[in-house]
């Protein structure tokens, strides 16, 4: 069974903070995603990491996939009232053959709340 | 955006009656999962499919079943609701591929916020 320990679980901040949230893992993934989740919506997909060591930057957010794909990270910079929410990070698993099964395994969320 | 929908929004009923939770998807995925949420938790998944007439429970158990008859419905019933089964209830989809990575993305509903009375 893959696990993803996701952390920290909570984060106060005020405005114009920097933040890193972390998922970590003893399994390889064949992608890892975050998702965005405001309360009674559904996630929203941030972004997908693919290959081991890629960094995305979607404006003040960056997203680095670590080197075996085992973790990753998402740092916000100057953090805003809007980024308020729960943070999700998804594992996805894949056969041998590199075939995405399509499951993923989640961490436990990260709720962030920003300060003005 | 995602073209994922899913209905109803919000559900109170009582114990013992039988719902359904529709979920309709217009991007041609293969492959939709339904997930049980507690507020600000974690997402558990109870039931996916591959594809039509392909269901599969999930990593949690869960009382619900589900069908998949036509590629884009996904439907999940509960045959008699307790207050045990309050909860959100969130449908997703994905494509299906045979190389690469990124055929992981989920794409997810809006939810469904039951409460069983």
């Known amino acids: 069974t893959q696990l993803l320990e996701q952390s920290p679980q909570f984060l106060s901040i005020q405005e114009g903070e920097n933040l890193t949230v972390y998922c970590n893992s003893s399994s390889v993934f064949s992608s ?15 972004v997908t990491v693919v290959t081991g060591g890629e960094v995305k930057k979607l404006k003040r957010l960056t997203f680095q996939f670590g080197d075996a794909r085992k973790d990753s990270s998402l740092h916000i910079t100057a953090a805003q009232p809007g980024d308020t929410g ?14 995405s099964y399509g499951k993923l395994t989640f961490g436990q969320g990260t709720i962030l709340t920003v300060h003005p | ?28 995925h293969d492959k939709m999962y339904w997930y049980q949420q507690d507020p600000g938790m ?3 998944l109870i039931h996916y499919s591959y594809g039509v007439n392909s ?8 009382e619900s079943t589900v069908s998949r008859i036509r590629t884009e419905h996904f439907p999940l019933t509960l045959e008699s609701a307790r207050p045990s089964h309050t909860s959100q209830y969130l449908c997703a989809s994905s494509e299906f591929g045979t190389s690469g990575r990124a055929e992981g993305t989920q794409y997810f509903g809006p939810g469904t916020r039951l409460l069983v009375l």
């Open chain 1, 32 to 46: 890892l995603q975050w998702y965005r989740q405001e309360p009674g919506e559904g996630p929203v997909l941030l």
């Open chain 2, 1 to 28: 955006e995602a073209d994922i929908y899913q209905t109803p929004r919000y559900l109170v009923i009582g114990t013992g009656k039988k719902i359904t939770l529709e979920c309709s998807q217009t991007m041609g």
């Open chain 2, 42 to 44: 974690e997402l558990h």
């Open chain 2, 55 to 62: 269901t599969e429970k999930g990593d949690l158990s869960s």
């Open chain 1, 86 to 99: 729960l943070y999700l990070c998804a594992g996805a698993g894949s056969n041998a053959g590199g075939t």
